[in-house]
């Protein structure tokens, strides 16, 4: 009964207007409600010795899903056969479980490079889930070689449990789950196997910011479509090669923008203040973002919590796997249109500098008593002169045995030896020399860090073993967007970028890597090994 329903839905979408999914220009923009995603729901929960924890169930499944009004249904993998997945809400300290099952299918929906580390004589389709930003055991972590199949038919050599355990025990902040499987990430997470993971805090709670209905998640990504609506993603390299086919690309931009699993949709809003937390959930493209209004974003946190005081910007740059924590007050715009601009540096296909319209239109409810205090969360900062140990890493590139672009972390591969081993409860400084013309974004797994500053490098800023010669004085400070609590920064080309963090709670097999997934999935990604 559900397949005829879907086959009338079909039918009246392709009868309304016919638009061609992979011509950009084709697409009318604004004309979908943004969805909210929903909110997972817990199995059970229990009480015992005085804690409460709760139990999710998500499955991995592939499902049918409407980009945009006017398109045909397209197949995508999502969490519960939804995309985004359904956001976790959880409490600060309440502790966590969730089994997450790979339902999906034994053929991928997109083109798999087999010549990839963990790709040969491995199922096609294998996840693993890792809950960005989570100060976590390394057992749930969701490192990239613990993936399993369908039904756990086959296992990767971590894979050591079925179900992972999140203690939340972290200030409140905007993290995302999403796929992890070596060698396949960039196509899992373009096929829809993202969600949002929401984690609050009593401190959080008190400063009367916007909530409920007005607190609202965004997650934008880029794709592009074929004719037939199906994803689109490239089989073939950058430049493309002879052999093999499918082949990886360096670099993948769709042509089409994405927000909240819809195609250039619209936001209808009340003259009051919102909070949205935004994501940057792209494999490659960065986003530069304003108003089409010119007016001021009120910034309260950055990826891993609140900010000590708010931050009035004008624009703010969001690099693949960055958060942002915003509060747009709309009460002066009663009537008016605005839309979320893009200046960013990716390929400008037509429409990708629009990315959200936002429609004042709503009546107001009720008097709005939020406020966004000066004072946020005091902060403790990592003091650098305490570092054990700094590390100079630098990201360049080579060439593979078939002739392609290789990006690589200090010039190591993903099974090479482990040489980031920090000590449990210390403190640490790495210098990340960007030597490319672009930026990398730079995740780290597990620790939160705070950015130093960056310098352009000349040669007579290394010694003679090529570490970097530290002074934090010669830094250009983050920008003021940047300076909260981060687990992704933004290397910028031709410079060295300092951040320090602290290594404490966890021990364990970790991971840090580009966030560029196309980088990531060809070796940009080390191991990272916390020793007690």
Not at 11 to 37: C, N, Q
Not at 115 to 137: I, K, Q, S
Not at 229 to 247: E, H, I, K, Q, R
Not at 427 to 446: A, G, K, Q, R, S
């Amino acid at each position: 009964m559900e397949n005829f329903f879907n086959i009338l839905d079909e039918e009246f979408y392709l009868e309304e207007k016919k638009v061609d999914p992979s011509v950009p220009t084709d697409i009318p923009k604004f004309v979908d409600p943004m969805p909210i995603p929903q909110i997972a729901k817990p199995v059970y929960d229990c009480y015992e010795s005085n804690e409460k924890e709760l139990f999710y169930n998500i499955k991995m499944q592939e499902a049918k899903h409407r980009f945009h009004k006017y398109f045909p249904l397209t197949t995508i993998f999502g969490y519960n056969g939804t995309y985004p997945g359904p956001t976790i809400e959880a409490s600060k300290d309440v502790h966590i479980k969730v089994k997450w099952e790979n339902k999906l299918p034994c053929k991928h929906i997109l083109p798999i490079d087999h010549t990839l580390h963990g790709t040969l004589d491995t199922p096609d389709v294998r996840t693993v889930v890792h809950l960005h930003g989570a100060n976590v055991e390394s057992d749930s972590d969701g490192y990239p070689e613990a993936w399993y199949s369908k039904n756990n038919e086959f296992i990767g050599p971590k894979y050591t449990k079925e179900v992972y355990e999140y203690t939340n025990h972290q200030a409140g902040a905007t993290l995302w789950y999403h796929d992890h499987a070596i060698g396949i990430t960039r196509l899992n997470i373009y096929a829809g196997l993202v969600g949002f993971y929401i984690i609050r805090d009593f401190f959080e709670e008190k400063l009367n910011l916007p909530k409920d209905e007005y607190e609202i998640p965004i997650m934008i990504q880029d794709k592009s479509f074929n004719k037939d609506g199906s994803l689109f993603y490239p089989d073939n390299a950058t430049p493309p090669v002879n052999f093999p086919v499918p082949s990886t690309s360096s670099f993948f931009f769709g042509n089409t923008i994405v927000v909240n699993g819809k195609v250039w949709p619209y936001l209808k809003v009340e003259p009051r203040k919102y909070r949205f937390r935004m994501l940057n959930g792209s494999n490659n493209r960065a986003y530069d973002l304003k108003l089409s209004n010119g007016g001021t974003i009120h910034q309260i946190g950055t990826d891993l919590g609140l900010l000590e005081h708010p931050v009035d910007i004008k624009s703010f740059i969001l690099e693949p796997a960055e958060r942002i924590d915003l509060v747009i007050d709309f009460s002066k715009y009663k009537g008016e249109e605005i839309i979320l601009l893009n200046d960013g540096p990716g390929p400008a296909s037509p429409g990708t500098d629009q990315i959200l319209k936002f429609k004042v239109e709503k009546k107001l409810k009720s008097s709005d008593k939020s406020t966004i205090p000066y004072n946020l969360m005091p902060k403790h900062k990592i003091n650098p002169t305490l570092a054990a140990k700094e590390r100079t890493l630098v990201l360049g590139e080579t060439t593979d045995g078939y002739g392609r672009v290789m990006h690589l972390l200090n010039n190591k591969m993903w099974s090479d030896p482990a040489t980031e081993k920090p000590k449990l409860d210390t403190i640490e400084i790495w210098h990340l020399v960007n030597t490319f013309n672009f930026p990398h974004p730079i995740h780290l797994h597990l620790v939160h860090f705070e950015i130093l500053g960056r310098k352009v490098y000349s040669d007579g800023d290394f010694d003679e073993d090529g570490n970097y010669k530290f002074d934090l004085d010669s830094l250009t400070p983050p920008l003021d967007f940047e300076k909260g609590p981060k687990d992704v920064v933004r290397t910028d080309p031709n410079q060295v970028t300092s951040i320090v963090m602290h290594f404490k709670e966890h021990s364990g097999e970790y991971v840090w890597h580009c966030h560029i997934l196309e980088h990531e999935d060809n070796d940009m990604m080390r191991p990272l090994i916390v020793e007690k």
